[in-house]
């Protein structure tokens, strides 16, 4: 038996047209920093373009690439920044 919801795969979101949309746009330079562990988290981000490192210490933990957010559990769960992140690539 196959069931559809008839929701949309995250795939066919783009949320780089959500945030062009509502928020500001910043730029970042590869080696430079978004946000550092430990700070409090007052906004999300969804990358547009390159590839963001998520490190604890100087262990990439996870790499988020275009069309990916960062930085929203700051939001769910009110506790500081767990990680963080820095652009490995720009365009």
Same mark, same amino acid.
Request: glycine share 10%; charged share 25%.
């Given at each position: $038996? !196959?069931?559809?919801? %008839?929701? /949309?795969? *995250? =795939?066919?979101?783009?949320?780089?047209?959500? @945030?062009?949309? =509502? %928020?500001? &746009? +910043?730029?970042?330079?590869?080696?430079? &920093?978004?946000? !550092?562990? %430990?700070?409090? %988290?007052?906004? $999300?981000?969804?990358?547009?373009?390159?590839?963001?490192?998520?490190?604890?210490?100087? /262990?990439? +933990?996870?790499?988020?690439?275009? !069309?990916? =957010?960062?930085?929203?559990?700051?939001?769910?769960?009110? !506790?500081? *920044?767990?990680? &963080?992140? *820095?652009? @490995?690539?720009? *365009?």
């Amino acid at each position: $038996m !196959n069931v559809s919801s %008839g929701k /949309k795969k *995250r =795939a066919d979101i783009d949320m780089r047209v959500f @945030a062009k949309s =509502a %928020g500001a &746009t +910043i730029k970042v330079p590869a080696g430079a &920093t978004v946000f !550092n562990k %430990g700070e409090a %988290g007052e906004c $999300m981000y969804i990358v547009q373009f390159g590839t963001i490192d998520m490190m604890i210490g100087d /262990k990439v +933990i996870e790499s988020i690439g275009a !069309n990916e =957010a960062l930085g929203f559990m700051s939001m769910i769960d009110d !506790n500081p *920044r767990s990680s &963080t992140a *820095r652009p @490995a690539s720009c *365009r």
